[in-house]
């Protein structure tokens, strides 16, 4: 249920500069906070969308791309025609005039046209490293900090993307210059043949209203520079010095299994979405308002229980984790 806006007790606090919060109840973050924290690192799992999210909403002074948007065959005829869908299916994913049912429909016809033209034209590996190295993408700073701190207690990390699992872990390679073992990404995934040709989509489609973790079957493991999948917690050296017991599996469903408790991070009220499909204890949301913040701060406040304004830094997000853990 959204509150009433006008009921609401705003409190703000300005940590650092460009950087805004909105909490709307403090008492009930407190509550939650404790609550997550009782119950330990072993019964918590977080979930972010990705693009906007953990990704800048401005770089370099123009909007930062997403893994849609950054992707470029050498081809441009494929490109032309990706762009000409998106001209026509995104207004559609906006207009909340049509009916769900419906918008599914058209989801799902977006998703695999779109797909079909990165499977006729061939999108290969190196195409999307070229791509993923001339984007405009950067982080939020202090995401690998906040990775870290989550691997360092063993909690794993839910990207969910209606965008490509594969081009979302080269921008997280590039750009973040590591992998991460606690991470699963649930997005679209492609199977490349042997010279690094597309070949096939693994699974059923993931697109904005499906984003959830029913798709959690979708789940994957980042992988290395080689392609190699990135090994889980369980075997790696305990040199990291964590006494916090192991990850079991690799798949998404085994990893979350038994935790119940959940923090969200996304830019799009959608984005709430994503816990459901887990049966949730507690949950704490954290919106980064990115766009049209006095049209939308009201709706985000009354419905993300904190909301960090100003395209800024994962820092407030680790200041809560480290609250927690
Ligand atoms: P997400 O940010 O929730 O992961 O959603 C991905 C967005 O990507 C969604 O708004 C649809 C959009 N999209 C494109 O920009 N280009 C495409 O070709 C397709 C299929 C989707
Ligand atoms: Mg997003």
């Known amino acids: 249920m959204v509150a009433d806006p006008s009921n609401m007790d705003i409190k703000e606090a300005v940590p650092i500069p460009n950087t805004r919060v909105v909490v709307r109840d403090q008492e009930g973050l407190d509550r939650k906070k404790r609550a997550i ?6 019964r918590l799992q977080i979930v972010s969308d990705f693009d906007m999210t953990l990704t800048r909403f401005n770089v370099n002074g123009k909007k930062g791309q997403s893994c849609h948007s950054l992707l470029s065959q050498k081809n441009d005829q494929y490109n032309q025609m990706r762009q000409d869908l998106y001209k026509h299916y995104y207004p559609l994913e906006i207009d909340q005039s049509i009916p769900y049912d419906k918008k599914v429909k058209l989801m799902e016809e977006w998703y695999e046209k779109s797909h079909a033209t990165l499977l006729e034209g061939g999108l290969t590996l190196d195409e999307i490293r070229d791509s993923v190295a001339n984007a405009n993408v950067a982080f939020r700073e202090e995401t690998a900090q906040l990775f870290e701190l989550l691997d360092s207690k063993r909690v794993p990390v839910l990207i969910f993307s209606a965008g490509l699992a594969d081009v979302l872990e080269e921008v997280l390679r590039q750009k973040l210059h590591r ?11 492609m199977k490349f043949d042997e010279e690094g040709r597309l070949q096939s989509f693994v699974g059923s489609l993931i697109h904005s209203l499906n ?11 980042m992988h290395d520079e080689q ?12 040199s990291d010095g964590s006494t916090e017991p192991a990850i079991d599996g690799l798949d998404g469903r085994s990893v979350v299994a038994g935790r119940n408790n959940v923090i969200l991070l996304g830019d799009h009220l959608g984005d709430l979405g994503m816990s459901r499909g887990v049966d949730v204890d507690e949950q704490i949301s954290i919106a980064f308002l990115n766009d049209k913040v006095e049209e939308n701060l009201e709706v985000f406040a009354s419905s993300f229980d904190v909301v960090l304004i100003g395209d800024g830094s994962m820092k407030e997000v680790i200041t809560i984790v480290e609250d927690i853990l």
Do not use: M, T, W, Y
Request: net charge positive.
């Open 211 to 221: 984003k959830n973790e029913h798709a959690i079957a979708l789940a994957g493991p």
């Open 37 to 42: 924290r009782a119950a330990g690192p072993q």
């Open 179 to 189: 992998a991460f073992g606690n991470i699963r990404v649930v997005s679209n995934r």
């Open 227 to 238: 392609g190699r999948v990135l090994d889980d917690l369980e075997h790696r050296e305990p």
